[in-house]
């Protein structure tokens, strides 16, 4: 751990005991207990804020829309989405966790992504056949797992259920990746952050809609977009209410420069 860096596991309102302390220069908070702050005043400059005004880095979390217009290069759409949700068991913030696809196209690409789904090997993370590994914790697992029965009880189709896993992995580290297809806006699913290898497919009909359900979520960090037509590539990029569009492709490097979040839940910030 780096030199005079604290780290605690603290329940909600801990921090407020933590920035009371003379030596406490900075605190990075997560997005959730940023919204819970807010409620609380500090970041208004409240009560405690007076007391003990210093810098805090906001780590902002992410349910990024993935849009699929039916004049779209499929094939390529459903590779990215699959990269995009999937990439390191979809515990990132850029991760394409709500995919949102036009009706015209969205049998051909839901089966397709949900063949690419089912073929994804899950196993330990030192094995280099493995593509989707542990998540990070025996809770994270039981929350991810957690989600995935409201998909099943909710009877949205589901790409794969958790199966049992080889002789010497661990089983509470594990989960099997999902794609849970017909996910209404209005559902858990989509409007939580699971941060883990699930995705949920929204259907659309017109560029209207898509827009309205990409922006439904108090999360605004990335957005992919996939269409032939550049005008309405730029078109729907500027509607849609984040910090970064990435249009017919889902290449999350950015040359390691700074990106933003937008949102009507919290402050804009960067992310470095």
């Given at each position: 751990?780096?030199?005079?860096?604290?780290?605690?596991?603290?329940?909600?309102?801990?921090?407020?005991?933590?920035?009371?302390?003379?030596?406490?220069?900075?605190?990075?908070?997560?997005?959730?207990?940023?919204?819970?702050?807010?409620?609380?005043?500090?970041?208004?400059?409240?009560?405690?804020?007076?007391?003990?005004?210093?810098?805090?880095?906001?780590?902002?979390?992410?349910?990024?829309?993935?849009?699929?217009?039916?004049?779209?290069?499929?094939?390529?759409?459903?590779?990215?989405?699959?990269?995009?949700?999937?990439?390191?068991?979809?515990?990132?913030?850029?991760?394409?966790?709500?995919?949102?696809?036009?009706?015209?196209?969205?049998?051909?690409?839901?089966?397709?992504?949900?063949?690419?789904?089912?073929?994804?090997?899950?196993?330990?993370?030192?094995?280099?056949?493995?593509?989707?590994?542990?998540?990070?914790t025996k809770a994270q697992q039981s929350?991810?797992?957690?989600y995935i029965e409201v998909a099943a009880?909710?009877?949205?189709?589901?790409?794969?259920?958790?199966?049992?896993?080889?002789?010497?992995?661990?089983?509470?580290?594990?989960?099997?990746?999902?794609?849970?297809?017909?996910?209404?806006?209005?559902?858990?699913?989509?409007?939580?952050?699971?941060?883990?290898?699930?995705?949920?497919?929204?259907?659309?009909?017109?560029?209207?809609?898509?827009?309205?359900?990409?922006?439904?979520?108090?999360?605004?960090?990335?957005?992919?977009?996939?269409?032939?037509?550049?005008?309405?590539?730029?078109?729907?990029?500027?509607?849609?209410?984040?910090?970064?569009?990435?249009?017919?492709?889902?290449?999350?490097?950015?040359?390691?420069?700074?990106?933003?979040?937008?949102?009507?839940?919290?402050?804009?910030?960067?992310?470095?």
């Amino acid at each position: 751990m780096q030199s005079g860096l604290a780290r605690e596991r603290t329940p909600r309102g801990a921090g407020s005991r933590f920035r009371r302390r003379p030596g406490a220069r900075r605190e990075s908070s997560r997005q959730d207990d940023v919204i819970h702050r807010l409620d609380e005043g500090w970041l208004r400059c409240g009560s405690d804020g007076r007391r003990s005004h210093r810098p805090a880095l906001l780590e902002l979390g992410g349910k990024n829309a993935f849009l699929v217009f039916d004049d779209a290069d499929v094939d390529r759409a459903v590779r990215d989405a699959l990269e995009g949700g999937f990439y390191n068991k979809g515990e990132a913030c850029t991760a394409a966790s709500r995919v949102i696809v036009q009706k015209s196209v969205a049998v051909a690409f839901t089966n397709q992504l949900a063949a690419r789904v089912n073929a994804l090997r899950v196993g330990a993370g030192n094995d280099p056949t493995t593509h989707v590994g542990p998540v990070v914790t025996k809770a994270q697992q039981s929350k991810v797992l957690e989600y995935i029965e409201v998909a099943a009880r909710r009877r949205y189709g589901c790409g794969r259920r958790p199966t049992a896993v080889r002789p010497g992995v661990s089983r509470w580290l594990l989960c099997a990746s999902n794609a849970s297809d017909g996910v209404p806006p209005s559902a858990r699913l989509f409007q939580e952050e699971i941060f883990g290898p699930v995705v949920t497919v929204t259907t659309f009909d017109t560029e209207e809609e898509a827009v309205e359900i990409a922006n439904a979520t108090e999360y605004g960090l990335f957005a992919g977009l996939y269409t032939r037509d550049s005008e309405r590539a730029l078109r729907v990029a500027r509607r849609i209410d984040v910090g970064v569009v990435l249009i017919n492709n889902y290449f999350r490097g950015i040359l390691g420069l700074p990106f933003a979040e937008q949102s009507t839940a919290v402050m804009p910030r960067a992310h470095h």
